[in-house]
């Protein structure tokens, strides 16, 4: 599962010059069922008081699974998606992803959502 980079988007990776605006599009555009999930949990976790939310749902296709799995295996990725919305991601199960305050994280619901124990 590629990103589908315009190429004036490519040239501007070739000078260096590639803004988290431009990379955060790209990848809207090109993982559309990762940006909804990744949205979705983000707004949830806004309009919550927690500091936590997270989206279980399985994705309804191998294809919308590959999309996550690119999306937040991708350390570019899930660190521009992170600083775009301000918090940040987790990810377990080839499905589940939470957002975290970052004031949470390391705190004890974040531990217990990287735990082994919860991705049995």
Not at 3 to 28: H, I, K, M, T
Not at 29 to 36: G, K, M, N, T, V
Not at 99 to 112: L, N, S
Request: contains cysteine; negative net charge; charged residues 25%.
């Amino acid at each position: 599962m590629s990103l589908n980079v315009s190429p004036d988007l490519l040239a501007s990776a070739e000078r260096g010059e590639v803004s988290d605006a431009e990379f955060v599009a790209c990848v809207r555009e090109s993982l559309p069922y990762a940006w909804d999930v990744v949205s979705t949990v983000m707004a949830e976790l806004r309009s919550g008081d927690g500091g936590f939310a997270d989206h279980e749902v399985a994705p309804p296709s191998e294809t919308e699974r590959g999309q996550l799995l690119r999306a937040l295996a991708s350390d570019a990725i899930r660190g521009g998606l992170e600083r775009h919305f301000g918090a940040k991601l987790a990810f377990q199960n080839c499905h589940r992803v939470a957002a975290f305050d970052f004031g949470q994280v390391g705190g004890e619901r974040h531990r217990a959502f990287l735990s082994p124990r919860a991705s049995c």
